[in-house]
DNA sequence: AGTCTCACTGCGATCGATTGCAGTGGAGTG
DNA sequence: CACTCCACTGCAATCGATCGCAGTGAGACT
């Protein structure tokens, strides 16, 4: 009917001022700098005619868009969709609006897909994709555009982040297996070259030599990625070089699930034979065979604080860029259990300083 | 360091032509006009400054945004991860981009949601949120504006649709029951204002009286929304009034979840006390506890489908709108079993034809 | 030589909202 | 009464890319 949405013009047109009176009496920040009654029949016009400002046309003039660019890698892993939310949330509150894309790790996509918000001229943007070495954030950075990281961190400085305390977190796992009497404790590592597989590995390298334990090189098997498959075939790797390991420090969820599918499979039983603990507490964790112990990240206010990080950015971007650490609590539920007997450290070419 | 971003002008002003010969040179759709060795110049300049075409300047003259409104529930529902992840990935491969926002099956705020993607432009609209009286769906189709509805439809005639064929599906899950022996089935219905709980639960009627089988009202239960929760609360309401039954229908996964925790919490096995069957086989459904016999729907493809329609309802609006149904498939794991003995038929008060 | 065609390029309006600047009129002041 | 001040409103430039229209010059054709 109407053919094409009514246009500030029309509005101005239709209360007999010009638009320019229209545009301050809309604006709640120039509002006070018209005439209440004029303010007022312009306010009830615009209603009357459906009147929805141009995003675009304002942010033309502006440069402002109020969008925030979203980067993860992909939104069908379970770890993402809560931190999405969270973001949204936050940003929404504000009148932000989120532009998410999926990167699938792959960098020229990622390029690709940083180049099209960059021409929809977000105002920042919030990447879940980090790497320890990005050159695309280092670039990003350089031009002074607004960025904060979340799950992840980079190691170039400056970029502001939110974490979950990896480390502690990963103190908490080991902690939990040793007291169950478990001294043969394998580490199903993440990529590492992200920063949570290289700080999990990390502490879970340094947890084990504070409690005395020197598990051999073999027990640690770096996964090419944090998916189930990948997992999966760690395990197996890990199987055939430690058959004596009673216990399993996963990098996150997901290469849990492998691990458990493998030992599924080889006919060892979780917990009884084996212990597996994972990392992320991702949704129905808790549902699974066995429920899953883990490490749970506080995902949703991972989101939310990225996107406050980001947005106190905007305001304010000389803002020394700051390191919100967000703590991790260990959930024990059925996939551990106390170490079986009858497998003596020497089994596995362990020694106990 | 460059200050702001270099504009079509900088990159005309560089290679020495005017601005639009830079614009034409720069459009794959007009290169044509313009000489091959001034357009090589041109792309040249364009790289080498790292020019970047403001999304917004194209989209206010040309009125084309190159941008879809997608509408969901709830990212955190498993059910739209995959869905969304279709529609991006379609999208993306013609240079769209999805503006994806979360309505909380509120209506003012997805009415607040849909007016900002309006004045986003978007070009047109995907939404996974539709019910069957839908006056804000309603109202945007008479305006015109290009819509699609994925996984539900609405009552109201003219919008594209992408759904699964949930009446079949619903006859699998019936039809196994049957096979296994069970008479005394119920079923927690899903909620009736939109159209996948309605049109599942009608074909639940349906084949329980194809097979001849009379179930009292009580042994239908609608639950208020499709979550865990509500599964559970209709889960303790059924078992109060039909404690006779031996199989489930649940509306949803996350219904089937919910009534798997009551029977739990109850002292009922399943699948040896109680068959559940699910709906959606979302993701990880295969891990729970016990593994559950669901039906699987296309999520990504319903998603790659629904973005498919959209996009040609933008090249050719006046199309006759169609409605793609695809199938869905029982997949059988260990939430299912043969009716257990010593259940006649009468404790239930259930006659057979 | 004169005219026509054609390929290429430049000019300037345009999309819609924002904003610095200037103008208007009425109230207040000495 | 003249003048200042202030509240309010209008004018017009501006953001950056697109596109209808017109102009230019080289080559073709009669």
Redesign the interface.
């Known amino acids: 009917?109407?053919g094409t949405?009514p246009t500030l013009d029309d509005v101005a047109r239709a209360v007999g001022v010009h638009k320019a009176t229209a545009s301050r009496a809309l604006n709640p920040a120039t509002r006070s700098q018209v005439n209440p009654e004029t303010a007022r029949r312009i306010t009830t016009a615009a209603r009357r005619l459906g009147y929805?400002?141009?995003?675009?046309?304002r942010?033309?003039r502006t440069s402002r868009?109020t969008?925030i660019g979203v980067l993860i890698p992909?939104?069908?892993n379970?770890l993402f969709?809560?931190i999405?939310?969270g973001i949204?949330d936050r940003l929404d509150a504000h009148g932000y609006?989120?532009?998410?894309?999926?990167t699938d790790g792959d960098e020229d996509r990622e390029r690709a897909q940083f180049?099209?918000l960059?021409?929809?001229?977000a105002d920042g943007f919030i990447v879940a994709t980090a790497r320890r070495v990005h050159p695309l954030l280092a670039e990003a950075l350089?031009?002074g555009t607004a960025l904060v990281t979340v799950n992840r961190t980079t190691d170039l400085p400056g970029i502001p982040a939110v974490v979950s305390d990896d480390a502690d977190g990963t103190a908490q796992a080991v902690g939990h297996l040793t007291a169950l009497g478990h001294s043969l404790i394998a580490h199903l590592a993440g990529p590492q070259d992200v920063s949570t597989g290289a700080v999990r590995t990390q502490a879970f390298r340094h947890c084990m030599d504070a409690a005395g334990l020197r598990p051999p090189p073999e027990s640690v098997v770096v996964c090419t990625a944090y998916t189930e498959q990948a997992g999966r075939e760690a395990t197996r790797r890990l199987l055939g070089a430690c058959p004596g390991i009673t216990a399993i420090v996963a990098g996150n969820d997901l290469i849990a699930?492998g691990a458990l599918a493998e030992l599924a499979a080889q006919g060892r039983s979780c917990p009884r034979d084996v212990s597996v603990v994972g990392f992320n507490d991702m949704?129905?964790a808790d549902?699974?065979?066995?429920?899953l112990t883990t490490v749970r990240v506080p995902h949703h206010e991972m989101g939310v604080q990225s996107a406050q990080l980001l947005l106190e950015r905007l305001l304010e971007p000389q803002a020394l860029p700051r390191t919100v650490l967000l703590p991790a609590r260990l959930v024990v539920r059925g996939s551990t259990a106390p170490a079986p007997a009858g497998f003596p450290d020497r089994a596995a070419g362990i020694t106990r300083a």
């Open positions: 009917m109407s949405p929805v400002p141009n995003t675009l046309a942010g033309l868009t969008a992909d939104l069908t379970p969709p809560p999405v939310r949204q609006t989120a532009l998410l894309v999926n180049s099209d960059e021409s929809r001229r350089a031009r699930l949704p129905f549902r699974f065979q066995p429920p």
